[in-house]
């Protein structure tokens, strides 16, 4: 076991396993492998922010949704890391790791341009530009290979997603390529899921967060709860159809959340001690990169262990490149600034530590907890 793995688990924590991931059953849905190899007929729904817990408490809990599920084979598969949206659906539609793809964050620190680019503000599909500066922004996502192979490897591939992300890859060159449906609701994407499967899409690929914004605002509460079991029901006509037109369905997500009190987390302010240390101020929320002086190495990790031990880890970035923690065990050297010199992760039952230039306070009560079980463990439910 590496040394990295078994820190986090003795810290309660769940060290993502690749081999069987949300990742490797995509790729090998993509390269019509294993299971999928004499499929014709898939249907992947990606919800955002499904953890295993929360969809084994619904399911438990409604008997109705209990009848539904009872003829699927649910298995708890791990997310990868960092679980953070954008950084899982590049994966998912590449086929890559994160350290392939380096997406490592919101905020990723681009060596060539001396500052730091949102992922909000850019497209998740790759264009080439004429212009050398704009190349670097709009080249920064990998290319979607496993959406090409779906769309290679089946008859009639389409992707359904919401008009927000698909109006941002709408002029990148992959958008020529792939037959995209937008939709505009939860319910409108349960009517195009519906109407492909009548149009009868060899594959069909859906994608919503409607269950993500609910827990970010409520946490585990009976808000979140609820909101999440009426959207397993409102599934409940696409699993029928599909089921009826003979169609292999599968429900998965890219992670899932911990609910915590502000006391857990930390927000790391322009003024913290922590500044002090930095070349740069510090990304990331699942988990947090920090590029520490290399003149300050040693004073930064006893300053560290003393102040933030209790909650906190912090990891030598290259030691968890190596033992795997991003995927491959290697990144190259034009990507290898985007994961700073350290890495900090919260320990069981803490979340994330970020870095703010304003004084606001987080006010989400639910919250991305890094290597927290509850974080890293999703569904895998197949109805055949």
């Not at 699942?286 to 590029?291: E, L, P, S, W, Y």
């Not at 560290?304 to 968890?320: Q, R």
């Amino acid at each position: 076991m590496s040394s990295l793995k078994k820190e986090a688990e003795q810290n309660g924590l769940y060290f993502p396993n690749y081999k069987n991931s949300n990742l490797s059953i995509i790729t090998e849905m993509a390269n019509k492998k294993g299971i999928f190899s004499k499929k014709d007929k898939v249907i992947l729904i990606l919800i955002d922010a499904l953890g295993f817990d929360l969809l084994n408490k619904i399911i438990n809990s409604d008997k109705e949704i209990l009848k539904v599920f009872d003829g699927a084979e649910i298995k708890k598969v791990s997310s990868i890391f960092p679980s953070f949206t954008p950084s899982v659906i590049a994966s998912f539609e590449s086929g890559k790791t994160i350290a392939e793809h380096g997406i490592v964050s919101g905020k990723i620190p681009i060596k060539e341009r001396g500052n730091y680019v949102n992922v909000f503000d850019i497209p998740w599909w790759p264009k080439e530009s004429n212009s050398k500066n704009e190349n670097i922004l709009l080249t920064l996502f990998p290319q979607p290979d496993n959406l090409y192979k779906m769309s290679k490897n089946y008859k009639k591939f389409c992707l359904i997603t919401h008009e927000g992300i698909w109006k941002k890859n709408l002029n990148s060159d992959a958008a020529e390529k792939i037959n995209g449906v937008p939709y505009i609701s939860f319910q409108d994407m349960v009517i195009q899921i519906k109407k492909s499967i009548k149009k009868e899409s060899g594959f069909i690929y859906a994608y919503t967060d409607i269950i993500d914004h609910a827990q970010h605002v409520y946490a585990n509460s009976y808000e979140t709860f609820e909101l999440t079991r009426l959207a397993i029901k409102g599934l409940f006509e696409v699993l029928a159809l599909a089921k009826k037109e003979g169609y292999y369905l599968v429900i998965t997500a890219d992670h899932g959340q911990v609910s915590l009190t502000k006391k857990n987390t930390l927000r790391i302010s322009p003024d913290s001690d922590i500044m002090r240390f930095v070349s740069m101020p510090p990304w990331g929320s699942r988990a947090v990169f920090i590029d520490v002086m290399p003149s300050m190495f040693e004073r930064f990790e006893k300053f560290f262990e003393k102040k933030y031990e209790k909650n906190f880890i912090l990891w030598n970035s290259e030691n968890a490149i190596k033992e795997g923690l991003f995927g491959k065990t290697a990144v190259t050297d034009n990507m290898r600034n985007r994961f700073g010199t350290h890495i900090v992760v919260p320990k069981y039952g803490n979340g994330g530590m970020f870095f703010s230039f304003s004084q606001l306070k987080n006010n989400k009560s639910g919250h991305h907890g890094g290597l927290n079980k509850e974080e890293m463990e999703v569904p895998l439910v197949i109805f055949e």
